[in-house]
């Protein structure tokens, strides 16, 4: 996946009222997420904001600020509360009482300013107190604001996770560990695996959720648009190999992204763990895809069919075996003893292998110019 993601971090642990006591966790939570977006690929933006700061300070770096991008992570972190109505993010030198928006930061103005912002998706983590009252103000202020702007240019997408629901309390610490555990490993649930290139927000407020009910606690999740692939997996086999010339990232993406992994599986029936091939029948149907790879010049061969049909063991095969050391260790393991050639891909037949679950039109479009060398500008 390519783009050009930032991340920013605000964390706010040391008071001078006394009122708001100190978070002994936010620096750990802090330097833990910025290990975490680094490794993801993500470029950090604002970094003076890491250590938070006093209201004057957060708001001149901010508004300097004129970021702007494919995908944006924003995370805060330190004390939350709502006050006559108005949730606030509690600055360094933000008062006990008699909140206002000199005083503090409100979580309506921080909407409107990342709403104002260039970025096509972007995901906001709230870690603090009443951050579930938080989310749906700043979702309420974002959505405002989006309908009042031009709708010209590509749709923006926007989800919110916070630590807390409603105007619950949330544990120092916490969100980001278990926001960490849940990206670098993956969700017990599998809900996505190694072979999904990005992560999608709603997926991952329901696996942190899980994970902090033993806790009593639980995330509040809010959207606009369609849930946001806004976290690249770092299980996934991409995010791990750097980009190469363009044959060598064709074979990377059919060998060890999609191929090796989704479609390898579906093309010998079996699951992550498991071994041998198992791939049987659809021999009518093989001859016909081979015959259109061997002898078509031009055109549009589709594949439909209901869920469970075996769409994705027909192309997975054909896929798998148009790569040769594929071709070939189906071979040595006795795959092939008695499939007719006919029933066989050319070697080298397939120039792009795309899964297309979790990803957006636009990281189609990139992959696909990828796989013909074109620009993406």
Known sequence: MTDDGRFVLVGIGDYQDASWPKLNHVSASVERLYRLFRGLGYGHELPDLADGGDVATITRRLRAWHGGGSRLVLYWTGHGCVDAGEHFLIAADSPGTRLDGLSAITAKALARFLANREFHEVLILLDCCAGGAAASRVAAEICEVLDRTSA??????????????????????????????????????????????????????????????????????????????????????????????????????????????HLVLSARGIEVGETGWYFCGRERLLRRVVGYLQHAERGLFAITGSPGTGKSALLGRIATLSVPALRAAAEEEGALHDTPSSALPPLGSVDLALSCRNKTLDDCLRAVADALNLPTH
């Open 152 to 261: 010209a240019g590509p749709e923006r997408r926007f989800a919110v996770i916070a630590s807390a629901r409603g105007y619950d309390s949330a544990e120092d610490g916490l969100f980001a560990e278990t926001l960490e555990h849940v990206v670098r490993h993956g969700p017990e649930d599998r809900r996505w695996t190694e072979h999904d290139e990005t992560i999608r927000s709603d997926e991952l407020a329901d696996a942190i959720t899980r994970i902090l009910s033993d806790h009593d606690a639980a995330t509040a999740f809010r959207a606009l648009g369609a849930p946001v692939p806004a976290l690249r997996n770092p299980l996934h086999p991409s995010a791990t190999v750097p980009d190469e010339d363009v044959e060598t990232k064709r074979l990377r993406r059919l060998r060890s992204a999609d191929v090796d992994q």
